[in-house]
Structure formats: structure tokens, C-alpha cells
């Protein structure tokens, strides 16, 4: 754990089980980040993990978005008079979208027939509808994340048109 913690942030009491911590930490004494009870180590360590790739995924979102802009934008740099139909074009190429949404319907419906055999009180296929509602959140947030970056580019193409001198 980092010790440039500011004051305010420091715990004092465990994230899991709420003992009082950090009580008498001299101001060069490591910071305690949970009581130090086994389970209570191993919350405050999964917690971080998961934080830890949240960020990550964030990270790999934004330099992908960065990189589609920065390649669509030398596209139109590069040529006044086209760049921007080359740039709509890259677009063009991440509208394999749509084959997700194909997918999501294909698992919606497999949700709804997994939830039929579920109400015969089958535990298993309880478990199942939970896994496939987990994969079309999934599917749902690439979506998301695929439309987004389609919205931004078509907005670039856009601004990019008004500003072609009348010929
Ligand atoms: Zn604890």
C-alpha cells in the first residue's frame, strides 16, 4: 500500500469486519489496509484485484478509442477531399456490431427458456440464466463501448464536412 496516502484517506477501521485500525500509526508507520485477520486480508486483497482490472479495462478502452481517433484523423488530414469517407469506412468495419446484437437475442432467448426449465425448481438451470444474463451484460457493455466509439468517429466525419471549402 502506498504510503502518500493523504491524511483523510487512511482507514480507520477494516473494510470487512469494521475493528478500528490505523489508531496509534506513527506518521512513518505502515498503513494497515484491513485488521490483518486471514479473511479479512484476503477481502481488502480481492477488492483491490477487482479495482485493479476495472482500471485496466478502462486503460484498454480509452487507448483504443485514442487510437481509432488518432487513425481517423490522419485519414482526413491527409486527404480533404476523401479522408472522411475512408474514416466512415473504418467504421463501416466495426459495424460487425450488429453481429452482436444477433448473438444477444440468441442468448435473451436461451435466458427465457433456461428460466422455463429453472421454474421446474432445477437449480442447475438457474445457475445457467445467470450465466447467460452475465454474458449479455458482457455483450451489451461492448456494445456500448463499440457504439460509442461509432458516435464520436461519424462526429469527427461530420465536423470534417462542414469545414470542406465550397468547391
Ligand atoms: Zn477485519
Redesign the pocket.
Known amino acids: 500500500m502506498s504510503q502518500s496516502m493523504r491524511q483523510e484517506e487512511i482507514p480507520t477501521a477494516?473494510p470487512?469486519?469494521g475493528?478500528p485500525i490505523n489508531q496509534n500509526r506513527s506518521s512513518w508507520g505502515r498503513i494497515q489496509t484491513?485488521?490483518g485477520?486471514d479473511g479479512?486480508r484476503q477481502y481488502v486483497y480481492r477488492i483491490n484485484k477487482a479495482k485493479r482490472i476495472d482500471k485496466e479495462r478502462q486503460d484498454a478502452v480509452t487507448a483504443l478509442s485514442q487510437a481509432i481517433l488518432h487513425a481517423t484523423d490522419v485519414l482526413m488530414q491527409m486527404d480533404r477531399e476523401h479522408g472522411h469517407l475512408q474514416a466512415q469506412q473504418i467504421v463501416e468495419a466495426i459495424e460487425w456490431k450488429r453481429c452482436k446484437h444477433d448473438k444477444i437475442t440468441i442468448l435473451e432467448e436461451n435466458a427465457v427458456a433456461a428460466r422455463r426449465r429453472a421454474e421446474k425448481a432445477e437449480e442447475h438451470n438457474q445457475h445457467l440464466e445467470a450465466l447467460y444474463k452475465q454474458r449479455i451484460q458482457e455483450l451489451e457493455e461492448e456494445v456500448r463501448i463499440y457504439q460509442s466509439l461509432e458516435s464520436t468517429i461519424h462526429s469527427i466525419g461530420l465536423r470534417q464536412l462542414e469545414q470542406q471549402p465550397e468547391a
Do not use: A, V
Open positions: 477494516c470487512r469486519c475493528k484491513s485488521c485477520e479479512c
